[in-house]
């Protein structure tokens, strides 16, 4: 039994979708017919799924964290219950809502069904589970332990949906901050600077420097405002489309991190990533060289992947894993340390599963800090946008009442 995506009319005309699980095209048909629906297209939910992805692959539709989170953490619980996979897939499938989630979760169920592992079923949708995803599955599969593996899994999706709204919500104040900044000033440069000129020029008199330079900077927004929008367009394609290029991501990535604050904010980042995926990976029995390779893939800046291909390379000719990442100079010394540490004592995947729990606490520390630091910075943004317009406005007046 296979799952097909549908599109019928109903009595009224109007057109519905959704997801039969049916033997063939054909009953597919008759079920509909039954409810009295008129089918207008059928196909296997897998080849929908896979032709909307590729359709729309501009934007590389997935899943969002919160629903991955949710649909792992069902599907541990009933593997762990003793259900079976394909019932389990069943049921996590009618669970859900959304017909996206519905429809990827009985595509995979049929591929199970067909004699496929769930790691391989999975395959068909690298957009929505990774190579870190399918690679832990496919370890718990041949070990026998999926159970175990997809708990460890669901812990580990809780935990970075857990940290992304997190961030999400400390960005939500100075992010209104900025924006409000924004309007204020804008409607300020639009709207009461104009006016205040027509008063200006009346006088005759020579204005200061500063309030020249608001006038000129409110014509320029006022009669050519059209032309900095145009102008940061521009700037954001051309940046994009220079960071297209291998080389120059890669000279890019490797400054970030030799910024002040932003350095340190992307190595922690990364490292933290790293350190989360190769601990999920070599305790749930993966080799650690090819644990390595799709922990290395996982990272964002291309600089410390590319170290890590290095390292990798390094440990697959013998040497250990903490000299072979010591050499980047980019990884935490504690986090060398305790990788060290783990392969003296044999408890590797103990110790990397320890540093990922370090390596997260020192980067939500970091954040916080950060974040604690741009919630007043807005605010002296602000004010001095609005001290430097309402000075170069009172100026003038204050000149002309010596005059007087």
């Given at each position: ?121 999975m395959s068909d949708f ?144 990364n490292t933290a990533q ?131």
């Amino acid at each position: 039994m296979a799952a097909f995506s549908y599109t019928a009319l109903d009595a009224a005309g109007k057109q519905t979708k959704g997801i039969l699980d049916a033997d063939s095209a054909r009953q597919v048909r008759q079920l509909l017919r039954e409810q009295s629906l008129m089918p207008l297209e059928i196909e296997q939910a897998a080849q929908s799924e896979i032709k909307q992805s590729s359709a729309f692959s501009f934007s590389r539709p997935s899943l969002n964290v919160a629903d991955l989170s949710l649909i792992t953490r069902q599907m541990a619980t009933l593997v762990q219950a003793g259900i079976p996979l394909e019932e389990a897939l069943g049921t996590v499938a009618k669970q859900s809502e959304k017909a996206r989630v519905n429809g990827i979760l009985l595509a995979v169920r049929a591929k199970v069904l067909e004699g496929y592992t769930l790691a391989d079923a999975m395959s068909d949708f690298p957009s929505v589970f990774n190579d870190l995803y399918r690679s832990t599955i496919a370890a718990g599969e041949s070990a026998g332990h999926l159970d175990a593996v997809m708990d460890k899994l669901a812990d580990y999706t809780e935990a970075s949906q857990a940290s992304r709204q997190k961030v999400q919500m400390a960005m939500i104040y100075p992010a209104i901050l900025f924006l409000m900044a924004i309007g204020v000033v804008s409607l300020l440069m639009v709207f009461v600077v104009p006016d205040v000129v027509k008063v200006f020029s009346t006088q005759g008199q020579t204005l200061p420097a500063i309030t020249r330079a608001l006038i000129a900077t409110s014509d320029f927004i006022v009669n050519k405002g059209w032309l900095l929008v145009i102008g940061l367009v521009a700037l954001f394609f051309v940046i994009r489309s220079a960071l297209a290029k291998p080389a120059i991501k890669l000279r890019w990535h490797r400054l970030i991190l030799r910024l002040p604050l932003i350095g340190r904010l992307s190595r922690g980042t990364n490292t933290a990533q790293f350190a989360s995926t190769l601990s999920i990976l070599t305790a749930s029995g993966v080799p650690l060289v090819e644990s390595l390779k799709i922990a290395g893939q996982v990272l964002a800046n291309h600089w410390l992947r590319q170290r890590v291909s290095e390292a990798t390379q390094q440990v697959q000719e013998g040497t250990s894993l903490n000299r072979a990442l010591s050499k980047g100079g980019y990884f935490p010394p504690m986090m060398l340390h305790m990788i060290a540490s783990g392969e003296q004592s044999g408890e590797l995947d103990q110790m990397l599963d320890r540093t990922a729990t370090a390596q997260q606490r020192d980067l939500e520390s970091l954040i916080g800090v950060m974040l604690g630091i741009l919630e007043p910075v807005m605010l002296l943004f602000m004010g001095v946008c609005v001290f430097v317009i309402v000075v170069a406005i009172l100026l003038p007046i204050v000149n002309l009442n010596s005059v007087v």
